[in-house]
């Protein structure tokens, strides 16, 4: 019988990502294009379907391919369409899935990037054996994916798991991209963390620290990674602070759902216990005693550059 294979596709603001994957979770062949060129949405499929042909071309035959799974900003499981996604070129609501899959011929399913990657996490990642469990995504926002008895959690309009517009600040809380002030996003993603490190340095000018070395609006997430690991204390508390602002907002997540592991993924996720220990203290100190000591803090078990493609992959196994 022919081996048979999903492809996943990872569509970012800059790049989108496709790949061929077969049932171990091996990536067999990929490649991309630039999503940002196209202001034009059928302009862009036509590009896209251009790419996935030569990757079937290649690898296999299309009897083979079982689905195509996409895990792309704003998308909603249910409809199959992006809907007013901030950081894509083409606005308002697109039906991307039925407008792939007319293409191709090949039956479609997305859904956003995050739980794509809570998908990957559960199918190929270090949630394997776990029903109950969250992804949160630690990068230029923070997303979240919630799996609860087996099930990716979507609420009853698809769009259910927005962890990282949780508002953990009520008074005098940051602006968010979204619009509204003090959600958790607006502190603990990288750009939040970048945001903090400018206001520290504006609040203690008496402080030394190498931070001062870069210019103010430039300085990043990554600068101040590189800084607490040479043991500049401020950067070191910078992460202190970002550790116990998603520590707080993680105490509450276990009140709803009980998870057996939070898993972090993603860029900030990479300082390793530099954030990991601040989040572990804050969280088990704010949490509701009958829950505290179950839940494993985990990092990703997946390739990061491979993580979106996996996760959008495995939806591809499900599609119908």
């Known amino acids: 019988m022919d081996k048979p294979y999903a492809i996943g596709i990872d569509v970012g603001g800059t790049n989108t990502v496709a790949g061929i994957v077969d049932k171990r979770g091996q990536i067999i062949l990929s490649g991309s294009i630039k999503t940002g060129k196209h202001p034009n949405v059928e302009d862009y499929l036509d590009e896209l379907t251009n790419l996935l042909n030569d990757l079937i071309e290649k690898t296999a035959?299309?009897?083979?391919?079982?689905?195509?799974?996409?895990?792309?900003?704003?998308?909603?499981?249910?409809?199959?369409?992006?809907?007013?996604?901030?950081?894509?070129?083409?606005?308002?609501?697109?039906?991307?899935?039925?407008?792939?899959?007319?293409?191709?011929?090949?039956?479609?399913?997305?859904t956003n990037d995050a739980n794509a990657a809570a998908i990957g996490e559960m199918t190929y990642g270090a949630a394997r054996g776990m029903k109950d469990f969250i992804v949160i995504t630690l990068g230029t926002g923070v997303g979240s994916g919630i799996v609860v008895n087996g099930q990716l959690v979507y609420g009853h309009d698809g769009f259910a798991g927005e962890l990282g517009h949780v508002i953990v600040r009520r008074q005098n809380g940051r602006l968010c991209g979204c619009g509204r002030a003090g959600c958790l996003e607006a502190y603990s993603s990288a750009t939040g963390m970048a945001r903090t490190a400018r206001e520290y340095l504006e609040l203690k000018p008496d402080v030394n620290t190498r931070l001062r070395d870069i210019p103010i609006d430039d300085i990043t997430s990554k600068d101040v990674f590189d800084a607490a690991m040479e043991g500049d204390e401020m950067a070191k508390d910078i992460f202190k602070f970002t550790g116990?602002?998603?520590?707080?907002?993680?105490?509450?997540?276990?009140?709803?759902?009980?998870?057996?592991?939070?898993?972090?993924?993603g860029g900030l996720s990479k300082a390793g216990e530099l954030i990991?220990?601040?989040?572990?203290?804050?969280?088990?100190?704010?949490?509701?005693?009958?829950?505290?000591?179950?839940?494993?803090?985990?990092?990703?078990?997946?390739?990061?550059?491979?993580?979106?493609?996996?996760?959008?992959?495995?939806?591809?196994?499900?599609?119908?």
């Open 276 to 320: 990991m220990d601040p989040i572990r203290e804050s969280m088990e100190k704010n949490m509701l005693p009958i829950y505290r000591d179950k839940v494993k803090l985990m990092f990703s078990e997946l390739k990061e550059s491979d993580a979106a493609v996996l996760g959008a992959s495995a939806l591809g196994w499900e599609v119908k």
């Open 244 to 265: 116990n602002m998603l520590g707080e907002a993680f105490a509450d997540f276990v009140a709803f759902s009980s998870p057996e592991a939070i898993i972090l993924f």
């Open 61 to 110: 035959t299309k009897d083979q391919i079982k689905g195509i799974g996409a895990g792309t900003p704003n998308g909603n499981y249910f409809t199959g369409s992006i809907e007013f996604a901030p950081n894509l070129p083409w606005k308002g609501v697109i039906p991307f899935a039925q407008m792939l899959e007319d293409r191709v011929g090949i039956p479609v399913a997305l």
